[in-house]
């Protein structure tokens, strides 16, 4: 099977330039405000100007895949060079492809724009290659003969455009606003997003959670019960006692956690793998005595059914176990407040997949335009990735939960001091280089602490009033001050700030 694709990368940065690429603040001025050109005005003309594009992308691929064929990468300059000589297409009209097919979907009157989703991908590639082929390479055109196909032998063949430069997304807005404020509680290590994104922050903070009680435990476990390293290093997630000692610890935990337990793994593919070894051992016929199991799969329909399901046990007192994958959907966007999450376990350190060409390419050019060193990076995003997982536990002032950390590399300090601050302030050094059998003593005390009624006037004390607001706002004299001059502003925190009636 061939098709085309244009996948969007891990990174929720590039996902911001994906979501707004074709947005008035990231096209170049010629695109809009030049009317689109004549020789694909006419829409007979547009299509055969679309079906000589088609023919020449099919063309790459069957190349790519045939038996002098293998992995290609270019420069959008260089593609772009060998489309127009074999097509003898232009350049500019390249530019328009987008706008002008959705202009002529929107005269046709096309209700069902999915049927139409391929045409539109390739009429978004045609635009940005042309659109950024000049200047330094910030894109790259990546080849594979078999791009997504998990099936040996098969032949898959993809094209993939991929952003190498996350500063093309938010430089418009520099250029815009005066003064920007960039928050989240996962930008830890905030040093690598000024190189990253490409400014000079006027002030970087990362703020610790304001809390009246010790709603969070976060738990280091190195070893199991047999006292061997658990870790999901390429060359330890295979040991039959790694496996053994993961799936223990998850059928310990869940025997002692009450409700909803998330469980992220670093890949869809360890996981399986994973999961049939647990279930040739019995470990999961033990897990199911605990809790109902729900797994997160690639279909997004079977995942929303799971979440459904995986809720209903809960609220029924049944309790669940959710088995999912870090950057997948559950990971991104799913809260599991209240008794939906009593505690996430993060199974391993979520590194991308290195031999990813597009991964190595971003890599090169992050290490050659931007002085960032390739380990720093994937230090970066494996930590931020770790916290946006177990992130999910805690969603308000008065919530509570475990977050376990199932690898021994933690217990170095290179990798959790890039946690954010919020989660480190609860990280003690007896929670660290823990067994299985010590690390349930800590999960019961804390279980048995956070069961009590919640302390009202304590919770109180933490939050502000309205007038409290009002008094700790600076009063602007000049609308420079207001702005800082021009400049940005980055904050981490779980919770910047809660207001009480």
């Given at each position: 099977?061939?098709?085309?694709?244009?996948?969007?990368?891990?990174?929720?940065?590039?996902?911001?330039?994906?979501?707004?690429?074709?947005?008035?603040?990231?096209?170049?001025?010629?695109?809009?405000?030049?009317?689109?050109?004549?020789n694909?005005?006419?829409?007979?003309?547009?299509?055969?100007f679309?079906?000589?594009?088609?023919?020449?992308?099919?063309s790459?691929?069957?190349?790519?895949?045939?038996?002098?064929?293998?992995v290609?990468?270019?420069?959008?300059l260089?593609?772009?060079?060998?489309?127009i000589?074999?097509?003898?297409?232009?350049?500019?009209?390249?530019?328009?492809?987008?706008?002008?097919?959705?202009?002529l979907?929107?005269?046709?009157n096309?209700?069902?724009?999915?049927?139409?989703?391929?045409?539109?991908?390739?009429?978004?590639?045609s635009?940005?290659?042309?659109?950024?082929?000049?200047?330094?390479?910030?894109?790259?055109?990546?080849?594979?003969?078999?791009?997504?196909?998990t099936?040996?032998?098969?032949?898959?063949?993809?094209?993939?455009?991929?952003?190498?430069?996350?500063?093309?997304?938010?430089?418009?807005?520099?250029?815009?606003?005066?003064?920007?404020?960039?928050?989240?509680?996962?930008?830890?290590?905030?040093?690598?997003?000024?190189?990253?994104l490409?400014?000079?922050?006027?002030?970087?903070?990362?703020?610790?959670?304001?809390?009246?009680r010790p709603?969070?435990?976060?738990?280091?476990?190195?070893?199991?019960?047999?006292?061997?390293?658990?870790?999901?290093?390429?060359?330890?997630?295979?040991?039959?006692?790694?496996?053994?000692?993961?799936?223990?610890?998850?059928?310990?935990?869940?025997?002692?956690?009450?409700?909803?337990?998330?469980?992220?793994?670093?890949?869809?593919?360890?996981?399986?793998?994973?999961?049939?070894?647990?279930?040739?051992?019995?470990?999961?016929?033990?897990?199911?005595?605990?809790?109902?199991?729900?797994?997160?799969?690639k279909?997004?329909?079977?995942?929303?059914?799971?979440?459904?399901?995986?809720?209903?046990?809960?609220?029924?007192?049944?309790?669940?176990?959710?088995?999912?994958?870090?950057r997948?959907?559950?990971?991104?966007?799913?809260?599991?407040?209240?008794?939906?999450?009593?505690?996430?376990?993060?199974?391993?350190?979520?590194?991308?997949?290195?031999?990813?060409?597009v991964?190595?390419?971003?890599l090169?050019?992050?290490?050659?335009?931007?002085?960032?060193?390739?380990?720093?990076?994937?230090?970066?995003?494996?930590?931020?990735?770790?916290?946006?997982?177990v992130?999910r536990?805690?969603?308000?002032?008065?919530d509570?939960?475990?977050?376990?950390?199932?690898?021994?590399?933690?217990?170095?300090?290179?990798?959790?001091?890039?946690?954010?601050?919020?989660?480190?302030?609860f990280?003690?050094?007896?929670y660290?280089?823990?067994?299985?059998?010590?690390?349930?003593?800590?999960?019961?005390?804390?279980?048995?602490?956070m069961?009590?009624?919640?302390?009202?006037?304590?919770?109180?004390?933490?939050?502000?009033?309205?007038e409290?607001?009002?008094?700790?706002?600076?009063?602007?004299?000049t609308?420079?001050?207001?702005?800082?001059?021009?400049?940005?502003?980055?904050?981490?925190?779980s919770a910047?700030?809660?207001?009480?009636?």
């Open positions: 099977m061939i098709y085309f694709s244009i996948p969007r990368s891990q990174s929720y940065i590039i996902n911001i330039f994906v979501f707004h690429i074709f947005h008035q603040a990231v096209l170049e001025p010629d695109i809009l405000q030049e009317a689109i050109p004549g694909i005005r006419r829409a007979e003309h547009f299509v055969t679309m079906k000589k594009l088609v023919e020449h992308l099919k790459r691929l069957r190349t790519v895949a045939g038996p002098n064929g293998g290609l990468s270019e420069t959008p260089a593609f772009l060079h060998r489309l000589n074999n097509t003898s297409l232009e350049s500019k009209p390249l530019k328009f492809a987008y706008s002008r097919l959705n202009s979907l929107r005269t046709l096309v209700s069902n724009l999915d049927e139409f989703s391929s045409l539109t991908d390739v009429a978004d590639f635009t940005l290659l042309a659109t950024y082929s000049t200047g330094v390479a910030r894109f790259a055109v990546i080849l594979e003969p078999n791009g997504s196909s099936v040996p032998g098969a032949t898959d063949p993809v094209i993939q455009l991929a952003c190498l430069d996350a500063s093309l997304a938010i430089a418009p807005l520099f250029k815009r606003f005066g003064s920007i404020v960039i928050t989240s509680g996962t930008l830890s290590p905030m040093d690598l997003y000024p190189k990253l490409q400014f000079q922050p006027r002030i970087s903070e990362s703020f610790q959670m304001s809390t009246f709603c969070i435990m976060p738990l280091v476990i190195a070893r199991g019960s047999d006292q061997l390293a658990v870790s999901t290093r390429f060359e330890d997630r295979g040991d039959i006692g790694v496996v053994r000692n993961y799936g223990s610890m998850l059928v310990e935990l869940c025997s002692v956690i009450p409700d909803g337990v998330v469980a992220f793994f670093t890949s869809y593919s360890y996981m399986e793998s994973i999961i049939c070894e647990w279930d040739a051992m019995g470990l999961l016929r033990q897990l199911t005595k605990h809790k109902l199991v729900f797994i997160e799969t279909d997004v329909v079977e995942t929303t059914l799971a979440l459904d399901n995986f809720r209903r046990a809960c609220d029924s007192g049944r309790g669940a176990v959710f088995l999912s994958v870090a997948g959907k559950v990971s991104e966007g799913i809260n599991f407040d209240r008794h939906y999450g009593k505690a996430v376990i993060l199974f391993g350190v979520p590194f991308q997949y290195t031999l990813s060409h991964l190595r390419a971003r090169e050019y992050l290490q050659t335009h931007y002085q960032i060193r390739e380990q720093d990076f994937l230090n970066f995003d494996a930590l931020r990735q770790a916290a946006q997982c992130g536990v805690i969603r308000s002032k008065t509570y939960g475990l977050m376990i950390f199932a690898d021994s590399r933690y217990n170095r300090y290179d990798k959790r001091s890039k946690l954010p601050k919020w989660i480190l302030q990280l003690n050094d007896s660290l280089n823990l067994s299985i059998d010590t690390a349930i003593s800590h999960v019961k005390f804390f279980l048995k602490h069961s009590q009624p919640v302390d009202q006037a304590a919770l109180q004390s933490i939050l502000l009033t309205v409290e607001v009002k008094l700790m706002a600076p009063k602007a004299t609308e420079a001050e207001v702005a800082g001059e021009g400049g940005a502003m980055i904050t981490e925190a910047l700030l809660s207001i009480r009636a």
